[in-house]
């Protein structure tokens, strides 16, 4: 079982939608949480981070975290053309960031 | 002013070679990383430093060897290059957090192509 999975992509949604991202994770250790964004090319980009239940928002981005259920979302609201990239979860414990395998999502002007 | 920075960008080399990778960052963090990306996209941690101190070393072949001089650099070296390592390497770096959080940052990347 690997460590964080992430639903399966690509995932399309038209311009001005709600993208929706989902995780899980299996150690439940995990102390931390990030999503990062990677364009095609290029390093991955700290988006959001979250640590406590609830929810976390910060601008069009909304990360939402379940640690009962070992979940972790995010959401992008009002999606635009630019956020067209691949979303990657990972779950942090003991220093090591593990990182699941990338949902790449497809924003349709 | 970049954050964390990598060199070379792109390294193209035959198999057998001995190739390096270096890392810098002048964030002031205390712990840094080396990553490999596959032709898959899926991330994976190779080794981490805190304050010059190895404290993560993932199954990762003995030819692969970290080197911190101090703690803004990372270098990594790599004895007999194999076609499997073929890939993109990403170093990053963070600083531990009120809560014990830490946040990573990732330098450009270098582009490892072995032929």
């Known amino acids: 079982q690997k460590e964080v999975e992430q639903n399966s992509g690509p995932l399309s949604v038209p311009e001005g939608a709600i993208a929706s991202l989902n995780c899980t994770y299996s150690?439940?250790?995990?102390?931390?949480f990030f999503w990062y964004r990677q364009y095609s090319g290029k390093s991955p980009e700290l988006i959001m981070f979250i640590y406590s239940n609830g929810d976390k928002e910060d601008g069009r981005f909304t990360a939402q975290l379940n640690k009962a259920s070992q979940y972790v979302s995010l959401l992008i609201r009002d999606s635009q053309p630019s956020d067209s990239a691949t979303y990657l979860c990972?779950?942090?414990?003991?220093?090591?960031?593990?990182f699941g395998a990338g949902t790449t999502v497809t924003v349709r002007a | 002013d970049t954050a964390v920075s990598q060199t070379p960008k792109y390294l193209v080399t035959q198999m057998g070679n001995d190739k390096s990778i270096k890392c810098e960052q002048n964030l002031g963090h205390d712990t840094m990383y080396w990553y490999k990306q596959d032709s898959k996209k899926f991330l994976k941690i190779m080794f981490s430093?805190?304050?010059?101190?190895?404290?993560i070393n993932e199954t990762v072949p003995n030819r692969f060897s970290p080197k911190s001089p101090d703690k803004a650099h990372l270098n990594l070296h790599i004895n007999s290059l194999e076609l499997g390592d073929s890939a993109v390497y990403f170093c990053?770096?963070?600083?531990?957090?009120?809560?014990?959080?830490?946040?990573?940052?990732f330098g450009p990347g270098t582009r490892l192509t072995v032929t």
């Open positions: 990972a779950a942090f414990n003991d220093y090591k960031l593990s």
């Open positions: 430093y805190n304050n010059k101190e190895l404290i």
């Open positions: 150690d439940r250790g995990s102390q931390s």
């Open positions: 990053a770096s963070s600083q531990e957090r009120a809560g014990g959080h830490y946040e990573q940052y």
